[in-house]
């Protein structure tokens, strides 16, 4: 059996380009995980993305995001569809 995603999305009131904020819960036949604040932005004109929780940290003077998990790239790709998936539904019920 695949890993299963659910997204629980909440489109925010934030400081754009963030749009969204999300839990996500992936489910295996031996057992799940919730990853909590998984963000969702989109800029004027550009396609919306979304990220896995990062951590800010400062180095040589600049603010850079660090990832706080590392799946499987074909795992990472599918929660990251999953989110964008999930935000677009949300937007289009809003419209």
């Known amino acids: 059996m695949a890993t299963q995603i659910k997204v629980?999305?909440?489109i925010v009131n934030a400081r754009p380009p963030l749009r969204a904020l999300a839990?996500?819960?992936?489910?295996?036949p031996e057992g799940q995980i919730t990853i909590r604040r998984c963000a969702v932005f989109e800029k004027g004109g550009e396609p919306p993305w979304a990220t896995l929780p990062r951590i800010p940290i400062e180095k040589s003077g600049k603010k850079q995001?660090?990832?706080l998990l590392d799946p499987p790239r074909d795992l990472n790709t599918q929660v990251l569809e999953a989110l964008l998936n999930e935000y677009r539904s949300a937007v289009n019920a809003r419209a």
Not at 23 to 28: A, I, S
């Open 65 to 67: 995001y660090v990832p």
């Open 23 to 28: 839990d996500v819960t992936l489910t295996w």
């Open 8 to 10: 629980e999305l909440t």
